[in-house]
Nanobody, 118 residues
Framework: QVRLEESGGGFVQAGGSLRLSCAASGYAFGDYPVAWFRQAPGKERELVARINWTGEWAYYPDAVKGRFTMSRDNAKNMVYLQMNSLKPEDTAVYYC???????????WGQGTQVTVSS
């Protein structure tokens, strides 16, 4: 059974930092890309970061580029999202997703709430 479990969300003031973690199990983790998505109330899901299977290459949209860094540890079946210089508009539920294709993915975590106050 595939399982993705996010942790590390919380409440932070603007300008602060958070580090999200995602523990994966139940599939060949190291063979697939992984992504972080987020969704705020009333807004569409958006891609936050995507990393290839080796961890050598990552993509970030302009909204988070330079502030967020995604990494993975295939030996531990873990992915991370380091979020710095957080802004109120980063407030959302953040989801870890395995084998992403566009805005969909084969497997999803349950999400972790990130709230950034102004």
């Amino acid at each position: 059974q595939v399982r993705l479990e996010e942790s590390g969300g919380g409440f932070v003031q603007a300008g602060g930092s958070l580090r999200l973690s995602c523990a994966a199990s139940g599939y060949a983790f190291g063979d697939y890309p992984v992504a972080w998505f987020r969704q705020a109330p009333g807004k569409e899901r958006e891609l936050v970061a995507r990393i290839n299977w080796t961890g050598e290459w990552a993509y970030y949209p302009d909204a988070v580029k330079g502030r967020f860094t995604m990494s993975r540890d295939n030996a531990k079946n873990m992915v991370y999202l380091q979020m710095n210089s957080l802004k109120p508009e980063d407030t959302a539920v953040y989801y870890c997703a395995a084998n992403p294709q566009g805005l969909t993915a084969d497997y999803w975590g349950q999400g972790t709430q990130v709230t950034v106050s102004s």
